[in-house]
C-alpha cells in the first residue's frame, strides 16, 4: 500500500535542497536518509533522500541526483509516497493513517448521514477532513477530538458533533441575527 509522506515545495538555497510539507506523523522514519520514495507525478522519481535537516521549523531535504537550484525547482509540488505494509498501523490507537480514513461515512452523534470523506487536507495547525455531501457539495470539518468524537474502522464511520453553522451555513447565519438581536435588547 502507497501512503503519501509529503510534498515537495519551493528549492531552498543552491545546492538541490527543497523544502517539504511533512504529511506523516512519522518523518525520521519515512523521509530519512536513504529512504526510496515513489513520486506523483511519477516521471519524477524514484527519489532517494540523501541528507534531511531542519531548518527555521521546516524539513529541507537533498535527494540524489539533484545537485542544484534548476533540479530542485523542477520538483516542486511532486507528492512523496512511501510503500507500506497494509496491515501497519500507527503506534498511538487515537491516530490514523489517510488510507483508513479515507471514505468513511460521516455522521452526527444522533445517526444524521453528513456524507463521505473523500479528502484529507493537512494543514499546519490542524487536518480537515473534506466531505462529500450526497448532493455533491463539499463541507470542511475539522479533524479535532471536539468535533470528531469518534472513528470507528469497523463500522467504517466517523461520528461528528459540530458546532452550529460547521454543516449548514445558513444555520450560522440565522444564529448569528439571532445573537444580534438578543444583544441589541
Known sequence: MQLVVGRIGRAHGIKGEVTVEVRTDEPELRLGP???LATDPAGTGPLTVETGRVHSGRLLLRFAGV??????????????????DPDETPEDPEEYYDHQL???DVVTVDGTAVGRIAEISHL?????????RPDGTEVM????????????LD???????????????????VASSRDAEEGQE
Open 141 to 152: 470539518i475539522p479533524f479535532v477530538s471536539e468535533i470528531v468524537t469518534e472513528i470507528d
Open 34 to 36: 536513504g529512504a526510496v
Open 155 to 173: 463500522e467504517q464511520r466517523a461520528v461528528v458533533d459540530p458546532p452550529r453553522g460547521l454543516l449548514d451555513a445558513g444555520e450560522a447565519e
Open 67 to 84: 545537485a542544484d537550484r534548476n533540479a530542485a525547482e523542477a520538483l516542486r509540488n511532486t507528492l512523496l509516497i512511501a510503500e507500506i
Open 102 to 104: 479515507m471514505d468513511l
Open 124 to 132: 499546519p495547525s490542524q487536518d480537515l477532513f473534506i466531505v462529500e
